[in-house]
């Protein structure tokens, strides 16, 4: 009987630029999202380049409700909510 190997699963790392694409904020809103752990943290692969785990970014949107502000599902609204109308102009005509 021939055993067969296991597959190791091998992590893939994420640059800042893929996690961006994955998650629609911007670069200032992700660092701020790790900062206050609403988001998983980074490893620093060098003193000054830092990854993110493609399955714990995986994991972080599962974990998410449905409709969430950060995260929109393909082929979804991002939000129930209905847009607002614009807004009424401010100015004022004179009357001459």
Partial sequence: ???????KRTSHFLSIDDVLELVPVGRRSLLRMVHDGLFPKPYFLTPNRRAWKESEILKWERALPAYHRYFKPEGKDASPRQPRPPKASRKRRRNR
């Fill in 1 to 7: 009987m021939v055993k067969k190997a296991k597959k």
